[in-house]
């Protein structure tokens, strides 16, 4: 290929050339299918059914309405929908099928009547069933809808086409809440206090909703029309039907919804809530008989307080003093031989609830702005601290796992047309004690006084179908102890401006963002910065950057751009563009692995979503994608073929054939040259069972070869088990067997290596087994009582061969210790290398870099809601963690012994307490 290294002026053109090209075309292929709406908005369901005559939806004068009638008396929210007032409420019946047979009427006769009250909406739903005693009604806690019957009711109360809440009944009356975001994701960790029951007899099932006006938001008028969609599963058919019926080929949300009215004067009400909490914790720990921090037993005693209060009708400040999110589920055992961090998920309420509005740039059609990292990653808010005590030859350590959040807030809603979001965190001044060389006991901080703020702002035009936005974020430490001044920013600043427009109903798309940093510190932080994995300036054939030890601050870009058609009834693509700059960052507040780089990736899909004699739907992808970093060296490229498809016993499966050419890698030697990287290719095949059963079972299996030598087998297995209606119970087991022929270890300084850039840049073969089985049990004893019990065994082998060093930079060769070159002799737990034999070079030591690793997490939660909004929380955890000698390394063995480490026990206590107006 010709974009490769030295770089020129043609190989820059290259590099821009590529997706500059692809970009044009999917422009100029998308002004040719509808060129007079590029900048219009589009009132059509389907331009093929425009373009055949049919009727154009206008949704203004089509979109279905129910009326809400005045409520008279008083609900009781018990499912069984026996008051009077239901009886004389109006009634909505015509559901259509979104799913199997589009647009069809429902088979199953569903009646909707709507009261509206002077403090809460009620809805009514009367589900009939020919077949009541098929009707799927397992128990279930709160926000987990699987695959049985339930209702939701969609609420876009700002009726600004764009946003929305969920509220979803199940038969047995476990419920479900989310609030969808203006990006088309919804934010389960919104859980407002609202009431839902339900009921069952011999012709169907109801449910009955009570929703609280102080739960929505909405601006105070008289006769207002909110925006409200309807929906009903009927699990055993898998049948969806919807009251505003949208042709499933087209772009759903908000925009699609019906018009509820009849609301009458209704006043937004003021808000507050407030959420104190006390904790209990007791830590059993294994700890060293002669630790003078910690003993085998401690307790810990805590309290706080969350706050909610509408600032207006649209906007809501969170705030949170002392936090605990010690009912949060554990995160997985890893082993991780790469240069970069692992990515954790968050979890944390306060954190989880809103993250939408802090979202940067758009979705677009399966290729995601995202995967080049996040601007805002939460974990960073109380992260472990940073500073390594062990590094300074301590013999005893006691460091907090976590910095403590000594409070947080949020500012988040919608004043007229613009979405915004603030939030502030701060973290306490963390310290660790550590037992010194000469055995004297010292204080030292590890992490220091530190301040995060994120500000997201979006504004919305033509109904939602235009949008641009900005993000700014900022990370300010106190930095007094010198310490912690070499190894962190004082500062970081990040922001950014992205754009999205939509046109032909929605379907059509383009996006991009553009985002500058800067971050500022002493020399010795910028330094590290600079020689991170992220970026590598100390690479020494690096014809575009290079290591400034004086430097204070780095600035550096962000930016994408993409386009693409995400709805319709065949063919489906986009267009992806992203470069980052090799002095971006954006680490402090966000999460990225790679720098320096341009990407471009473009994927089409054909699909068919109309059932037939052998699958209820199909779809084909094919994506291509190339990756340069700003030298001009193709870095990474691939191309995949997949499939996806349901059949019509419900059993669901998928295809995945993957290659990647040869290329240029400048991270493998992890700031050495530029190494090559193999090309292979990859076979995935995954299948699935009918999930409406009491067991279904799933499996994968993917196999990766590369061409010169390594590979990787990688089986998993999933069963899921319902013994009963409300006990559920998944083994997830999965074995991945990996053999690498490039596996770093280290780099030795010497003159002599002329050829390398005066190092010697060591790797060798590595056989890794890793086996893990992530297990899962939730009983539900009602909806407001659960138990859930998570459990992970793990357990991992590396077993490290045939040392040997990079031959030549750009290039596949290596010297293998011991067979082509110098000699290699195992001492003292290590390896003694010669690299010349007895030639004039000296020799250096490696350690013996084999592992075997045993590790089990798990943590039990029982949850009951004792009343709404207040909840009590009883937590057990047990980590146990263990190492074994290098050559044991049998995996059977290997089980049995975890039960043999001994473990450490964490129990917890909290309970909380809503109170609201």
């Known amino acids: 290929m010709p974009c490769h290294r030295p770089p020129t002026s043609a190989s820059w053109q290259c590099l821009l050339a590529v997706p500059l090209a692809l970009f044009i075309f999917v422009v100029v292929l998308l002004y040719l299918f509808s060129p007079e709406e590029a900048f219009a908005q589009s009132r059509s369901t389907n331009p093929a059914s425009e373009a055949a005559g049919a009727e154009v939806y206008d949704h203004e004068t089509m979109a279905p309405s129910i009326q809400a009638s005045r409520l008279v008396g008083s609900i009781q929210v018990d499912g ?77 109360s700002r009726h600004d086409h764009n946003t929305s809440y969920a509220f979803t009944l199940t038969p047995s009356g476990a419920y479900q809440d989310a609030a969808l975001g203006t990006d088309g994701e919804y934010d389960f960790g919104w859980d407002p206090v609202w009431e839902g029951a339900a009921s069952r007899d011999d012709d169907g099932w109801y449910g009955e909703y009570r929703i609280p006006y102080s739960q929505l938001r909405f601006e105070s008028s008289e006769n207002p029309m909110w925006g409200i969609q309807l929906t009903r599963v009927v699990a055993r058919k898998q049948e969806t039907v919807t009251f505003a019926h949208r042709p499933r080929e087209e772009a759903g949300g908000p925009h699609r919804y019906g018009h509820l009215t009849g609301l009458g004067q209704i006043q937004a009400p003021s808000r507050l809530e407030l959420l104190p909490y006390a904790t209990s914790r007791s830590e059993h720990l294994d700890v060293h008989r002669d630790d003078p921090f910690r003993g085998q037993g401690e307790q810990f005693y805590a309290a706080g307080l969350d706050l909610k209060y509408g600032i207006t009708s649209n906007l809501t400040l969170d705030a949170t003093i002392n936090p605990d999110f010690g009912q949060v589920e554990v995160d997985p055992a890893v082993v991780n031989l790469t240069q970069y961090e692992t990515y954790y998920p968050e979890r944390r309420p306060f954190f989880v609830e ?175 910065t600079q020689r991170s994995p992220a970026r590598y300036w100390q690479r020494p054939d690096a014809g575009h950057v290079s290591v400034d030890p004086s430097r204070t601050s780095m600035l550096g870009w962000r930016g994408s751009l993409s386009a693409g058609k995400r709805a319709g009834e065949h063919w489906l693509g986009s267009v992806l563009m992203q470069a980052q700059s090799p002095g971006f960052e954006a680490n402090d507040l966000g999460f990225e692995t790679r720098v320096d780089s341009w990407d471009v990736s473009a994927l089409l899909q054909y699909r068919d979503m109309e059932p037939d004699s052998t699958t209820r739907f199909f779809q084909i992808d094919f994506m291509q994608s190339a990756e340069w970093n700003f030298d001009g060296d193709l870095v990474g490229a691939n191309m995949f073929l997949g499939s996806v498809q349901q059949w019509t016993n419900f059993w669901m499966s998928s295809t995945a054939i993957g290659f990647h050419p040869e290329t240029d890698n400048d991270r493998l030697t992890r700031g050495g040259p530029v190494a090559r990287n193999p090309g292979g290719f990859s076979i995935s095949q995954w299948i699935s069972t009918d999930q409406r059963k009491s067991y279904s079972v799933n499996g994968n299996f993917t196999y990766a070869k590369n061409f010169r030598g390594g590979w990787g087998v990688m089986p998993s297995f999933g069963v899921t088990v319902r013994p009963g209606s409300a006990v559920e119970v998944s083994l997830e087991p999965s074995l991945r067997r990996t053999h690498a022929i490039a596996q770093h270890v280290g780099a030795v300084t010497d003159e002599t290596a002329e050829r390398t850039f005066g190092s010697r840049y060591v790797f060798s073969d590595l056989d890794q087994t890793i086996l893990s089985m992530d297990t899962r049990v939730s009983w539900t004893f009602t909806p407001r009582l659960s138990l859930q019990l998570y459990l992970q065994p793990f357990l991992a082998r590396g077993d490290y061969a045939r040392f040997k060093e990079l031959h030549e930079p750009r290039k596949w060769g290596w010297d293998i210790y011991g067979e082509e070159v110098g000699t290699i002799s195992e001492v003292d737990g290590g390896y003694e290398v010669d690299p010349d034999g007895n030639g004039p070079v000296e020799a250096f030591s490696l350690p013996n870099p084999d592992f075997n690793v045993r590790s089990l997490r798990g943590n039990a939660v029982l949850r009951w809601e004792y009343r709404p909004g207040s909840t009590v929380y009883l937590v057990w955890q047990q980590r146990r963690y263990g190492t074994a000698l290098y050559g044991e390394t049998d995996l059977l063995e290997d089980a049995r012994d975890i039960w043999t480490i001994p473990p450490e026990n964490v129990f917890a206590l909290k309970v909380s307490y809503w109170w609201g107006r």
């Open 354 to 528: 809103g993250a939408e509005i802090f979202r940067y740039g758009f979705p677009g059609f399966g290729l995601n702005q995202s995967d080049f990292g996040e601007l805002f990653y939460s974990r960073r808010v109380g992260r472990a601290p940073q500073r390594n005590l062990y590094a300074s030859g301590a013999r005893f350590v006691d460091v907090p796992e976590q910095s403590t959040i000594a409070g947080a807030m949020k500012v988040s809603g919608r004043a007229g047309p613009w979405s915004v979001g603030l939030m502030e965190a701060v973290t306490q001044e963390e310290e660790g004690r550590y037992i010194d060389g000469n055995g004297l006991k010292q204080t030292a901080t590890v992490e220091p006084l530190t301040n995060y703020l994120v500000g997201r702002a979006r504004r919305d035009f033509r109904e939602g179908s235009t949008t641009i936005g900005g993000i700014f974020t900022g990370v300010n430490r106190d930095l007094a102890d010198p310490t912690v001044e070499g190894i962190l920013h004082s500062a970081a600043y990040v922001g950014g401006i992205d754009f999205n427009h939509m046109w032909s109903n929605r379907q059509w798309f383009v996006n991009g963002t553009l985002t500058g940093s800067r971050v500022q510190g002493s020399e010795e932080a910028i330094l590290y």
């Open 80 to 156: 069984i929908l026996d008051e009077g007032a239901w009886q004389s409420a109006d009634v909505f019946t015509d559901f259509r099928q979104q799913e199997p047979d589009n647009g069809e009427p429902a088979t199953e006769r569903t009646e909707v009547r709507i009261l509206a009250g002077p403090d809460a909406l009620y809805i009514g739903a009367w589900l009939f069933d020919s077949e009541p005693d098929q009707i799927r009604a397992t128990l279930v806690r709160r926000d987990v809808v699987s695959d049985f019957d339930y209702f939701v009711v969609n609420l876009d």
